[in-house]
């Protein structure tokens, strides 16, 4: 004889956990876990753009006092005087002048080295009139300390000219201007389109609790009430995505300083290191991206209740 | 008052009554004689295309979003398909009405648990309603219309799906709210439960109107 024995589960008549008051839109659909995926990939984009701006910006931070406390002074050997007593007291009086930290002559060979990627090595450069060149470290970079370097040359040695970059320093500040500007573009283009996607999913999920809103109405359910619902439940998915698309915007930086500082060696890794300093965001940078992540969230949030708000009043 | 969909003919029409305070009455028809739709006006969830009603002294016509959530929240409505949110469990739906006013989930705990218990669904309220046998449902839905202590309860064939002894137990229970105050309209085309109430005034719609008789006192 076969015996069935059907146990009936009696979890479903425990009496109700009462502490917490469940969402009366339910956090669960198809559409809901679409949002979280749109959601993820704009936020790690909005995020990609904003830690490169804040990439280029630092570097070109760096680049231009790097530059622009640096400055060279180029000798010429013009005249039947020495070079190398030229090129010393030009060196002197260099650093003798105000604000400047140091003055490092380049030997004749240093010199003839700078040639070399354009005339090649094994050259005899002794039938050059190969210029000299002193590097001068400024304390800080100031107009005025630069102006009475180039009167003290001018003065004691007026074989020697001074070059303070500052041409190249402008052109470089505009490109990385000009890529914190792509960024910021690039940015706001990410935010416009996650607005309009949160749009969408508000009304599809609006058309999908139609009988929810009905019933929440017939209740006697003010539409701020609702709208705080679907708020919550926009914030709850934004917060998901939203943190989905930080923690791999997290791990994509993260993953190039590892990688930037392995590639530091190689023969690339100076102009990679030059265009974005090291490649890592420092803890400022990282806040940013937390901000970016919680800003989405908000606006999910945010967004979709002013959507609801006036979607019900044509409702009523 | 009259009442058209779109461009079609009008579904009730030349319509002129009053609902009493603390009355009680059965509307009823056939079927497709328009009781769902009645009963829908009376909640404002439909507006007529003319003629005006008046409700709770206002016309509804002139109420703003927020005048009709007040009003609204003084009538109880049970639905003939229950309208129960299945994802939320029997306590949760019956303590609704009382949640969408603001009110913290510890001050009407006891009244939502004593009421559950009340119709008989003390030990179901952690249970789903998918999991609810119809009556039960309905017992949740009158519950859920209950809760707020209507001034007004409109029920929608609120016996369709019970079997008869059920049903009169229900109508028992509309009946001792009526005594307590409140003002009934039992949607219904059930002659034999009406005649066991014959205290009820009847309405009668037809034809898109609506014939009254008064009840035996």
């Known amino acids: 004889m076969i015996e069935i024995v059907a146990e009936i589960p009696r979890a479903k008549n425990a009496l109700p956990a ?85 003055a490092r002559p380049y030997s004749k060979t240093d010199s003839e080295r700078l040639l070399e990627p354009w005339l090649g090595a094994g050259l005899d450069f002794s039938l050059l009139p190969v210029p000299r060149i002193i590097v001068v470290r400024m304390r800080e970079s100031s107009a005025e300390n630069l102006a009475r370097l180039r009167e003290a040359l001018a003065r004691d040695a007026p074989e020697a000219s001074l070059d303070d970059h500052r041409i190249w320093a402008a052109r470089l500040g505009m490109m990385a201007r000009a890529i914190v500007a792509l960024a910021t573009a690039l940015f706001a283009l990410v ?61 994509f930086f993260l993953g190039a300083a590892a990688l930037s500082s392995w590639w530091a060696n190689s023969p690339g890794g100076d102009e990679i290191a030059a265009m974005f300093g090291a490649f890592s965001l420092d803890g400022v940078g990282y806040v940013a991206l937390a901000a970016v992540g919680a800003a989405v969230s908000l606006l999910t949030g945010y967004l979709s209740r002013s959507i609801v708000l006036k979607d019900l009043q044509k409702l009523q | 008052m009259g009442l058209r969909y779109g461009i079609g003919p009008e579904i009730v029409r030349d319509l002129n009554f009053s609902i009493a305070p603390r009355s009680f009455q059965f509307l009823t028809g056939p079927s497709g004689a328009g009781k769902t739709t009645l009963l829908r006006l009376m909640l404002l969830s439909l507006r007529p295309t003319r003629g005006t009603i008046r409700i709770f002294g206002q016309n509804s016509a002139e109420l703003r979003n927020d005048e009709l959530t007040a009003l609204r929240r003084r009538i109880g409505m049970v639905f003939q398909d229950f309208r129960l949110l299945d994802h939320l469990t029997t306590y949760e739906n019956v303590a609704l009405p009382l949640r969408a006013t603001g009110r913290g989930e510890g001050t009407y705990r006891t009244e939502v648990i004593e009421l559950l218990k009340w119709v008989g669904l003390g030990d179901r309220m952690a249970a789903s309603p ?51 105050g409140t003002a009934v309209v039992i949607a219904t085309h059930d002659l034999h439960l009406m005649d066991q109430f014959s205290f009820a005034r009847r309405l009668v719609v037809g034809d898109g109107r609506v014939t009254i008789y008064d009840g035996v006192s």
């Open chain 1, 18 to 102: 009462f502490s917490r008051n469940v969402p009366l839109i339910p956090a669960n659909s198809v559409a809901g876990r679409a949002l979280v995926v749109v959601v993820a990939i704009m936020t790690f984009l909005a995020c990609l753009t904003a830690g490169a701006a804040l990439l280029v910006a630092k570097a070109s931070q760096e680049w231009r006092s790097d530059v622009l406390r640096e400055v060279t002074i180029q000798v010429k050997p013009l005249t039947n005087d020495d070079i190398e007593t030229l090129v010393a007291k030009a060196a002197t009086v260099a650093a003798q002048a105000p604000g400047v930290a140091s």
């Open chain 1, 191 to 251: 935010i416009v389109a996650l607005a309009t996607a949160i749009g969408f999913a508000t009304r599809g999920a609006m058309a999908g609790s139609k009988e929810i809103v009905e019933i929440l109405h017939f209740v006697g359910a003010a539409d701020a009430f609702i709208a705080n619902e679907f708020q919550a439940h926009f914030r709850r998915l934004g917060f998901r995505g939203a943190l989905i698309g930080v923690s791999a915007a997290f791990a």
């Open chain 2, 130 to 180: 998918t999991v609810l046998s119809g009556g039960e449902k309905q017992r949740a839905a009158i519950a859920r219309a209950l809760i707020v202590r209507p001034e007004l309860l409109l029920a929608d064939e609120p016996t369709g799906n019970v079997d008869p002894g059920l049903a009169r137990r229900l109508l028992r229970l509309f009946v001792e709210l009526h005594r307590l």
